[in-house]
């Protein structure tokens, strides 16, 4: 059981060490991107453009050398809000990358 407390409008849980481990996790799905760069990673449903697995790849790494220049590191939390579009996620991958975590919000929850 997790230990999780609210305090002055935050919550915060018991702090867990991270291992090296989470740098694999983007380095396992650039690998596979790399592997296949023609095959269509995601189609946009409302214009039926698509998108490659090396378009997918490119992008991401340009945006993670981005972050890394913006001081972004292992470990970071980088919040993601945003419509679904194609390049939803770019900086998803990008922050998995760099062995950051993502942390997505739906756009719509910015009215509430």
């Not at 409302?46 to 490659?52: A, H, I, Q, S």
């Amino acid at each position: 059981r997790t230990e999780v407390t609210y305090e002055n409008g935050i919550w915060r849980g018991k702090q867990v060490k991270h291992s090296d481990d989470h740098w694999k996790y983007g380095e396992k799905i650039l690998k596979r991107l790399r592997a296949r760069p023609d095959k269509v990673g995601q189609i946009d449903a409302k214009t039926g453009k698509e998108d490659t697995y090396s378009s997918i790849a490119d992008r991401s790494i340009r945006c993670a050398l981005w972050l890394k220049e913006q001081g972004v590191k292992p470990g970071d939390v980088i919040g993601l809000c945003t419509h679904n579009q194609l390049d939803t996620a770019v900086p998803f991958l990008a922050s998995l990358f760099l062995g950051a975590v993502c942390n997505p919000w739906w756009e719509m929850y910015l009215d509430e």
